[in-house]
């Protein structure tokens, strides 16, 4: 990565750190929803519901800890890349635009950004499980906030696309909720393949989401078996982050774009 493109990044990327935990009530949306989603669910099914190749003990509390981790990635991946929304109200997005810094540095900027506190929050949110009875190992958690970073650069990016072309940060809500909470829900958060409808579990199988959902279970559960492996899993999660980044890095290069109809 040339010096060109490394400085304005990282300093995008701060800007948004820095913006994003001075703004309380996103904090604690992005955080306190899925926890308590969590909390409320995973003590409603209990001991009633025994996930597909889970280890012995095994309780919805456990399957569904990974699934609220998840939500946490992505309520942070909408709230930060409203900024673009604001920035282009604001002015900024358009002098950065203009400045000597590559095009380029807006994107990774924003992703880089928006992935690592989607990352510092459900690392948080991980780091409560033992109140709801889940079991974690240190151990457990690097290789798990390796898997979240990667998701979250990846949905990051799906929310660069959607704030990038969107006037008003309500009309942004409504598309992202259309396409981010439905990737959640049929990503195993909230019931395995296993037992859906046929065409259910070939969406699933087909959402990158499931892929990272997959490999975090593995992280938290090494002992986890079945489809689909951490290989595979890993794979797809790398791939969806590159297309996103990718396909932002286009868009933002297309003269005009930042400018609305």
């Known amino acids: 990565m040339s010096p060109g493109l490394l400085l304005p990044s990282a300093s995008l990327a701060r800007r948004e750190i820095v913006r994003f935990s001075r703004e309380r009530g996103r904090v604690i949306g992005a955080l306190a929803t899925p926890l308590v989603f969590w909390l409320f669910l995973g003590s409603g099914f209990g001991e009633s519901f025994r996930p597909p190749g889970a280890a012995e003990g095994g309780n919805y509390r456990l399957y569904a800890l990974p699934g609220a981790a998840l939500l946490v990635v992505l309520f942070t991946a909408i709230f930060s890349t409203i900024s673009i929304i604001e920035d282009r109200r604001e002015g900024f997005l358009q002098a950065v635009l203009v400045s000597p810094a590559p095009r380029a540095a807006i994107?990774?900027?924003?992703?880089?950004?928006?992935?690592?506190?989607?990352?510092?929050?459900?690392?948080?949110?991980?780091?409560?499980?033992?109140?709801?009875?889940?079991?974690?190992?240190?151990?457990?958690?690097?290789?798990?906030?390796?898997?979240?970073?990667?998701?979250?650069?990846?949905?990051?990016?799906?929310?660069?696309?959607?704030?990038?072309?969107?006037?008003?940060?309500?009309?942004?809500?409504?598309?992202?909720?259309?396409?981010l909470m439905p990737l959640?829900?049929?990503?195993?958060?909230?019931?395995?393949?296993?037992?859906?409808?046929?065409?259910?579990?070939?969406v699933m199988f087909a959402n990158p989401l499931t892929y990272g959902l997959a490999s975090l279970r593995r992280c938290l559960e090494p002992e986890r078996g079945g489809f689909p492996s951490t290989s595979l899993s890993l794979g797809v999660c790398v791939l969806f982050a590159l297309a996103t980044g990718a396909v932002s890095l286009l868009l933002v290069r297309r003269r005009g774009t930042e400018v609305l109809p």
Request: charged share 10%; aromatic share 10%.
């Open 107 to 179: 994107v990774l900027g924003k992703m880089l950004g928006g992935s690592v506190l989607a990352t510092i929050q459900a690392l948080a949110l991980l780091l409560l499980g033992p109140v709801g009875g889940a079991r974690l190992r240190v151990a457990d958690l690097l290789p798990a906030a390796g898997v979240l970073w990667i998701v979250a650069f990846g949905t990051t990016g799906l929310g660069f696309l959607g704030a990038w072309r969107t006037e008003s940060v309500q009309g942004y809500h409504s598309f992202m909720n259309l396409i």
């Open 184 to 202: 959640w829900i049929l990503s195993g958060a909230l019931f395995p393949a296993e037992g859906a409808a046929g065409w259910i579990r070939v």
